[in-house]
């Protein structure tokens, strides 16, 4: 086992070795993970069905359960022999609870209730959201200096296909929700703008690959910036960009690509950075965390890590979008607090995080 970490600079919960697979299949990643005492990780497999669902343009919920049904068992076989331990070797299992789809929630939970039960190992219900927060805590084995853990309190700015939301954290698993969208999830509107570029599933890799060679003031999108409050709101930007699209069709002229989107990105990542700045002014929180599959956004992670006013953590590209790296990592925190879930947990499609 390799050295115990602090887990925290303010108020340590008491450090213990442990080794909990994670298991995650919330939505279209069937995806299994070793990580060792919440940061280091063991191993990682993802298996990405975004193949199956590109053709219906989003993803397709019958679909998505029955490959995870055909993909749980080998993802977890690879994972156990990539970080050359055996089930005997893992302390708990924890498995996403919710949110997500009902269906693919069901066979990561009854995947990892089955190994629980057969191997009497604690079995813990994480949060997907936690899990995405708890990204950021997570080190790739062999990266020699290890990351400056986050420290509380910080802002967290949770921004997915389904979610965008901004959290204090005072503490370890400690959130209080300040604020989140009003309509679309960020990770939504860059689908759905995608889409209306015609551009190919999923949205956000995408929009970020033709706004390169995109001028990001071609045209000004609003920036709604719901004042007085800590919410967000995509659907303006989204419709914004659809007027634009149905006129220049109206007036058979061709669609600028690349400055429609580089355009719409520009004014969602301004949204995300300014609000995010602001909560963390007004909450006196020294350190912020961006997570969730729209963090993988290079526009986005340059803006917030070319300000020097908060200490920025980020997790690297292979943990923003969905894996199960981060549901091990939340997971241990749960398990070293002494948390543990029944074997007739159910699954939570709407879970919120607080
Ligand atoms: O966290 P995630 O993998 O799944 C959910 O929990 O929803 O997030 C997926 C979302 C999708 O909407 C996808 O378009 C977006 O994250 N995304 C990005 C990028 N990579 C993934 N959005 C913007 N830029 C990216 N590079
Ligand atoms: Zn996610």
Redesign the pocket.
Known sequence: MSEQLPLTNEKPLKPVNARILGIET??D?TAAAVVENGRQILSSVVASQIDLHAKFGGVFPEVASRQHIRSIYVVIEQTLTQAHLGLGDIDAVAVTRGPGLAGSLVVGMNTAKGLALGRNLPLIGVN?LEG?IYSAWAVPEETKQLPELPKFPLMALLV????TELNLMTDHLTYKRLGGTTDD?A??A??KVARLLSLPY????S??KVSVIGDPKAFTFPRARLEGTWDFSFSGIKTAVLRVVRKLEEDNQPLPIEDLAASFQAAVVDILFSKTMDAARKYQVREIVVA???S???A?RETFQNQSEFKIHIPPLSL???NAVMIAAAGYFHFIRGDRSALDMDVLPNWPLS
Do not use: M, R, Y
């Open positions: 919330s939505c990643e997907h995405h997915s296909g389904g979610h999830a990770g939504e860059f689908d999923p949205g956000g890799p929009i970020q969730g599959g729209v993988a956004n290079k986005l923003c979008t969905d």
